[in-house]
């Protein structure tokens, strides 16, 4: 976790840290298929101050965020589902490793030989510590405790003072493998062995393709413990009905909620602009920025939250805590790959720090205060038609929970 504290003083001003922001975005040369229709129809909302919208309003019962035995579905429900844990990049080369905690799992990420993603449970045959920490390049995992050895395909490859374990069957000794897959270049994983991750990113894969996450490296990261469901934590960033009051002093200047959505199986997407995406009205369509003019916000089923804009690329994943009302936010914040100098990590620094300082000062507090609302007699939550991906998370939640209980 890192914790460097940015301030634009330190980096010469505004116009210095965006300078490189804009260079790295136009070194980002796929295209994204999507974003000259996503602004048509931006402008078009913002033209008659309007937004895609839900057709009903949905009631469903607070303890959704309270109950202990909806919690428990929840984490039944997480664990037979895949999840995106990583951009493709954390793992560039052969031999590239990176560690993560997934819902408390701990989950060693490499790069094979084959150039295939593969993924462990990170976690020594001997007695359980973990052999990896942080990221880097290696051929061989070493635990720290004491010092049995792994290869690149989690093979017990040596240990010391092995004649100690005379009478044991080392031979089949191994880190546990994992489903993995890259698609979209991200990196999605399941928890079981049962677990297909085959397909996993539905219709969403090709329209995240023109990002390039397979570039994007970890740069920076926080993990945050809120007193709040994870549900709650998933939900303030899907809808922009509260920017102008819990925003009012940050985000509302810049941006509007004259938002669209789109729907991919489980998964789905959301973009809101910034205010000055008015100004391309005069400007020929063929002549638009090939980014979005604004943040694009994609929700992977369960709980993981891509943010792209600009200025930035973020990713959330939220899981449960250990008791209900409880969660944690790993937040990572991603730059191309490689870093080259220290204004590469300036600037990946300034775009997590902008992102998240909304979030952690604003919006996961408004959780945390929904938390206490939720487990003090409040009887349902309203999820308004202006908040339509807060219905279709909690819709699609619900009806993975529903087959998970059929399995
Ligand atoms: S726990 Fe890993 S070598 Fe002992
Ligand atoms: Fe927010």
Redesign the pocket.
Same mark, same amino acid.
Do not use: M, P, S
């Given at each position: 976790m890192s914790e460097q504290a940015f301030s634009f003083e330190t980096a010469g001003g505004i116009d210095d840290v965006l300078a490189p922001v804009r260079r790295a975005a136009e070194t980002v040369t796929t295209q994204l298929p999507f974003v000259t229709s996503m602004t048509r129809r931006v402008l078009g909302h913002v033209e008659r101050n309007s937004l895609d919208v839900a057709d009903d309003a949905l009631v469903a019962p607070a303890e959704v965020f309270t109950s202990a035995d909806r919690f428990a579905a929840d984490r039944q429900m997480m664990r037979r589902t895949p999840h995106v844990v990583a951009w493709g990049g954390e793992i560039a080369e052969p031999g590239d490793y990176t560690t993560k905690d997934v819902m408390g799992t701990p989950v060693l990420l490499l790069r094979g030989k084959d150039g295939a993603p593969k993924a462990f449970v990170n976690v $020594?045959a &001997?007695?359980? =510590?973990q052999?990896a920490a942080g990221c880097g390049q290696a051929t061989r995992f070493t $635990?720290p405790? &004491? =010092?049995?050895s792994y290869d690149l395909d989690g093979k017990l490859a040596s240990?010391p003072g092995r004649r100690m374990f005379d009478g044991v069957d080392l031979g089949g000794l191994r880190l546990r493998p994992l489903p993995a897959a890259e698609q979209a270049g991200l990196i999605v994983v399941g928890l079981d062995p049962s677990v297909s991750v085959a397909g996993f990113l539905d219709d969403a894969e090709e329209d995240l393709s023109g990002f390039g996450f397979d570039r994007y490296a970890h740069a920076v990261s926080r993990d945050v413990a809120l007193r709040a469901d994870w549900k709650l934590a998933v939900d303030v960033n899907f809808e922009g009905y509260h920017f102008p009051f819990l925003h009012k002093d940050t985000l509302a200047p810049i941006v509007s909620n004259n938002s669209v959505f789109d729907v991919f199986g489980r998964h789905c997407r959301w973009a809101f602009p910034f205010r000055n995406i008015d100004e391309l009205r005069d400007v020929p369509e063929q002549d638009w920025p090939e980014r979005f003019s604004g943040s694009v916000v994609y929700g992977i089923f369960p709980s993981c939250v891509l943010v792209e804009s600009p200025v930035s690329t973020l990713m959330l994943r939220v899981y449960p805590g250990d008791r209900p009302g409880t969660c944690v936010v790993h937040m990572v914040g991603g730059a191309l790959h490689p870093m080259n100098d220290d204004n590469d990590r300036l600037l990946a620094q300034a775009g997590f720090d902008g992102a998240t300082a909304v979030l952690c000062d604003e919006d996961f507090p408004a959780a945390e205060a929904c938390q206490r609302g939720a487990e003090n007699g409040l009887e349902n939550i309203i999820i308004g038609r202006s908040e339509p991906l807060v219905q279709h998370l909690h819709r699609g939640w619900d009806a993975a929970i529903a087959r998970t209980g059929e399995r």
């Open positions: $020594c &001997h007695r359980g =510590a052999v $635990c405790y &004491h =010092a049995w240990l």
